[in-house]
């Protein structure tokens, strides 16, 4: 993938929710899944596969995380992360990351830092304002389908998204 200067390693493609810790290879039922767990990586991108838009996000602090090992933790583990000026994400506000494997979100998700509130994987602050980039909740109607560039605090229709790490 050539996009923001290239080198991203795509970890997986989805229209619903993806189980970044155990989904590891591609199947027709599920579609492109890669195993990522390992990759250490300071930037995510989330690729709209309709529209072709896309937005790219570089942690702040620059040190390497890897999803092993980091399922499921408080946003706050993880810094702040800044949009990238040529994606379609605001550069108006920082943004936060979750790596989720919990029993109501799944897959990477990115959303903005507001009211001083880092979210977990269970607990979006309430955040009904900022951008968001996630896949669909697994257990919960009232925030089943994708948020691209929205506010995802909501139901949202399923379309098709890819994420890349490098």
Not at 19 to 42: H, M, Q, S, V, W
Not at 110 to 138: E, I, L, P, Q
């Amino acid at each position: 993938m050539t996009s923001f200067g290239g080198g991203w390693t795509m970890c997986y493609t989805t229209d619903s929710y993806v189980n970044t810790k155990t989904e590891l290879t591609t199947t027709p039922e599920l579609g492109y899944r890669a195993d990522c767990n390992n990759i250490p990586f300071t930037e995510v991108m989330f690729v709209d596969e309709k529209s072709k838009q896309k937005a790219a996000f570089s942690k702040d602090d620059g040190s390497p995380i890897t999803f092993f090992g980091n399922y499921d933790k408080n946003a706050s583990i993880y810094g702040l992360w800044t949009a990238n000026e040529d994606g379609v994400a605001t550069t108006e506000y920082k943004y936060q990351m979750l790596i989720c494997d919990a029993l109501i979100t799944k897959g990477l998700f990115f959303s903005g830092y507001t009211n001083n509130c880092y979210k977990d994987c269970n607990n979006w602050c309430g955040d009904k304002s900022s951008a968001y980039f996630r896949t669909s909740v697994v257990s919960r109607a009232d925030y089943k389908g994708v948020a691209f560039n929205e506010n995802g605090h909501g139901p949202k229709p399923n379309h098709l998204i890819s994420v890349g790490i490098r």
